[in-house]
């Protein structure tokens, strides 16, 4: 969320207990979670962190492997400070930053200083995120779903089933997906019937 103003308020309306991650750039970042910390949505920060595809231009406060322990803090610590009520973050992108295990330790210590969660986007299955987040004692989770890989109502429904049906299995699920007019659709088409076969909690509550 952040960068497009009229989508961010549709989600916003939503008559659901979704959780909003910012990118700590975007232009309406901070007029959008303060709408969103107002209806009572849990607030991430959507860290920017270097993927293995270097086609994608993440701007320079992403986090990567070869920045140093310092500049990861500064960093870390510079984007919190832009997602105003945020109490957790998740990383935008990361393929490549999320299997260092230097980067992530720090990262995620500075995560700690200010007692923020961690979800673990899990862009790569050798992630190290979870894994580390619970060595340093850290609340956190990962994602269990894409939900928008195709924006298309009808398949993002289907990543939708997949997810409930998951949360079933295993107790708990998270979903990832983004502001955009397929997924607006979607939520308002299948997600009812699909909301109405689980509890749908912000993901500050499956955080341990």
Wanted: glycine share 8%.
């Amino acid at each position: 969320m952040g960068y497009n103003r009229p989508m961010g308020r549709q989600f916003l309306q939503i008559d659901a207990d979704l959780t909003f991650s910012f990118l700590p750039e975007a232009p309406y970042t901070s007029e959008l979670a303060e709408q969103a910390h107002r209806t009572g949505r849990t607030i991430l920060v959507h860290l920017p962190m270097e993927p293995k595809d270097c086609s994608w231009k993440l701007g320079p406060e992403a986090l990567r492997i070869g920045d140093t322990a310092e500049e990861i803090s500064r960093k870390t610590e510079g984007m919190l400070a832009n997602v105003p009520y945020a109490v957790g973050a998740n990383n935008h992108m990361g393929s490549r930053f999320t299997e260092s295990s230097q980067g992530m330790r720090r990262m995620l210590t500075t995560l700690k200083a200010h007692s923020f969660f961690f979800i673990d986007s899990f862009t790569t299955p050798a992630s190290l995120g979870e894994t580390t987040a619970r060595q340093l004692r850290l609340p956190t989770a990962r994602r269990h779903v894409f939900l928008d890989n195709t924006q298309d109502p009808e398949s993002i429904c289907r990543q939708l089933g997949h997810l409930v049906a998951q949360a079933k299995q295993r107790g708990q699920a998270i979903g990832i997906g983004h502001p955009n007019q397929a997924m607006f659709m979607a939520l308002g088409s299948c997600g009812p019937a699909y909301f109405s076969e689980v509890e749908l909690v912000g993901v500050q509550r499956l955080a341990r």
